[in-house]
């Protein structure tokens, strides 16, 4: 989610309660120790008690590389600084990513996923958890369970699994029955990740991958209020409607003001679109804003236009979750 779940946003899906944590984009790591500064941009969570979002919800940080040695240097900065919880990312598909040798490329090889683990974990030396994101393998499925065992032999406390191979990048289906499998191969949590976008996800997740939690991606974007829609149906066996568009439109507009506070405004303009993009996938009217105002390029037109009358056509969206 890189570009996407940064702390503004984090804060803003956080405010309902729903989530239990929340993990950074990732710091990439290449060769040698980052300076502070780097992880406060990544997790300005860092500054505040707890490792926290405003609503209280834990932060975890994130690292991506593929050299034992700096992952492990800094790895100890991460720690000195304040870091509660330690992830790694072995799941990134990005071409530009896996071609500098980080994130899912590494799943071509089990022994590096564990060495990379193994490295992490000795640096923090117990003090903090470091846990693990990682993909059903890169080209196919034959590591599947292996790099999960590695990452554990490595001493991960956790597993987060995308349901799909680096080469199915996005693509329905996710395979959540391969995470039963990994599931039966290893001692340590395993969560299900992709593809869930709705209660009726969720519950097929969990039923075929025999997984206590889920992880929410791009399912928390297009629907905000997901993880609490989860949680009230777990307490209460009831639906809550769908989100009504003016509240979607409140927090559009919340998300603008704290990004514009620092950003440029072309910035922010191209970071409400990204959202309102998101969103449009499981919402009829966030599909007919963003047909819209898809080419609206200055930004209080586009807040404006989130709630301006525009004309009726066919949107091209799913059915509201």
Same mark, same amino acid.
């Given at each position: 989610m890189e570009g996407v779940i940064d702390a503004v946003t984090r804060d803003l899906l956080t405010r309902t309660p729903?989530?239990?944590?929340?993990v950074t984009?990732?710091?990439?790591?290449?060769?040698?120790?980052?300076?502070?500064?780097?992880?406060?941009?990544?997790?300005?969570?860092?500054?505040?008690?707890?490792?926290a979002t405003p609503a209280g919800v834990p932060v975890h940080l994130q690292l991506l590389g593929a050299d034992p040695a700096a992952l492990a240097a800094n790895a100890r900065q991460a &720690?000195?600084?304040?870091?509660?919880?330690?992830? &790694?990312?072995?799941?990134?598909?990005?071409?530009?990513?896996?071609? %500098?040798?980080?994130?899912?490329s590494l799943l071509r090889d089990p022994g590096r996923v564990e060495a990379a683990v193994a490295a992490?974990?000795?640096?923090?030396?117990?003090?903090i958890p470091v846990t693990a994101k990682l993909r059903l393998g890169f080209a196919d499925r034959r590591l599947a369970l292996a790099c999960a065992r590695a990452a554990e032999r490595g001493g991960a406390a956790q &597993?987060?699994? %995308?349901?799909?191979?680096?080469?199915?990048?996005?693509?329905?289906p996710a395979h959540w029955e391969w995470l039963a499998r990994i599931r039966h191969r290893v001692r340590i949590p395993v969560v299900a990740n992709g593809d869930i976008w709705t209660l009726e996800d969720y519950w097929k997740a969990r039923t075929l991958s025999g997984c206590r939690d889920v992880m929410l991606g791009r399912?928390?974007?297009a629907d905000p209020w997901l993880a609490p829609r989860i949680r009230h149906w777990q307490a209460t066996g009831e639906r809550l409607p769908a989100t009504p568009w003016r509240v979607r439109a409140e927090l559009l507009r919340d998300f603008a003001a704290a990004q514009r506070s620092t950003l440029p405004e072309r910035v922010v303009t191209a970071l409400v679109k990204q959202w309102l993009s998101h969103m449009r996938s499981r919402d009829v009217e966030?599909?007919?804003?963003?047909?819209a105002l898809k080419r609206c390029t200055a930004l209080?037109?586009?807040?404006?236009?989130?709630?301006?009358?525009?004309?009726? %056509?066919?949107?091209?969206?799913?059915?509201?979750?």
């Open positions: 729903g989530f239990d944590w929340a984009e990732f710091v990439r790591v290449v060769d040698a120790p980052l300076p502070p500064r780097v992880f406060r941009r990544h997790c300005p969570e860092l500054d505040r008690p707890g490792v &720690l000195h600084l304040g870091a509660r919880s330690l992830d &790694l990312n072995f799941g990134c598909p990005a071409k530009t990513v896996n071609r %500098h040798d980080g994130g899912a992490v974990q000795g640096a923090v030396g117990g003090a &597993l987060v699994v %995308h349901a799909r191979t680096r080469h199915e990048g996005y693509r329905p399912g928390a974007l966030a599909a007919r804003r963003f047909q209080d037109a586009l807040l404006a236009g989130l709630e301006a009358p525009i004309p009726r %056509h066919p949107a091209r969206a799913a059915t509201p979750a």
